[in-house]
Every structure is written in structure tokens, then in C-alpha cells.
């Protein structure tokens, strides 16, 4: 896989897309695991992915006996929700810049 389709993937997943999507519309030539491969290891998670292991960590939160399971999950989850408000952000820093750019 060359870097410049690495770094189309890595910019789909910040903005949102699905990895899924990415593989189907953007990148069928390669796997899937492939993509999610250089997704993740550069970093980076779908908003699908992310809202996925926040239900699945406050699951886990829910049965967590140990006091200090409890304070480890609340500590990912808010790395969660930090990188998604994040994301949000950055998307909304976009669409103003778009914005100007049309209403010019």
C-alpha cells in the first residue's frame, strides 16, 4: 500500500467515514483489514468505531467489581469522548472554512 493511500484512508476515517465505506467506495482493490490495519495504526478510529467502544466499555463499567477496573475504564472512556469532541471540532473548523470560501 503506498502512503498517499494511506493518507486518503486516514483522512476519510477523521472525517467520519466508515472503514467499511472507505474499503467499499474508495479502496476496493485492497482488504478490509488491510485499511482498518492503517487506519488504527495510524492513530485513527472511525466515529462508528469509537461510539462502538464507548457502549462496549460502559458495558464493561456496569460489571466492573474492582474500584480500579472502574477508574481505568472511566479513563479510556473520557479518551473516547475527548477524541470524538476532537473530531467534531475539527469537522466543524472545516465546514466554516468551506463556508467562507462559497459565500465569497
Not at 472511566?74 to 463556508?99: D, G, P
Request: charged fraction near 35%; glycine fraction near 4%.
Amino acid at each position: 500500500m503506498n502512503k498517499k493511500d494511506t493518507e486518503v484512508m486516514v483522512r476519510l476515517a477523521k472525517e467520519g467515514k466508515r472503514i467499511s465505506k472507505i474499503w467499499t467506495e474508495d479502496f476496493p482493490e485492497y482488504d478490509y483489514w488491510d485499511i482498518y490495519f492503517e487506519v488504527y495504526g495510524a492513530g485513527e478510529r472511525s466515529s462508528v468505531g469509537v461510539k462502538r467502544m464507548i457502549t462496549a466499555r460502559l458495558d464493561k463499567l456496569t460489571e466492573a467489581d474492582d474500584k480500579q477496573d472502574r477508574i481505568n475504564i472511566i479513563e479510556e472512556l473520557n479518551e473516547l469522548v475527548v477524541h470524538l469532541y476532537s473530531r467534531y471540532k475539527s469537522s466543524q473548523q472545516k465546514l466554516n472554512e468551506i463556508r467562507t470560501i462559497i459565500n465569497q
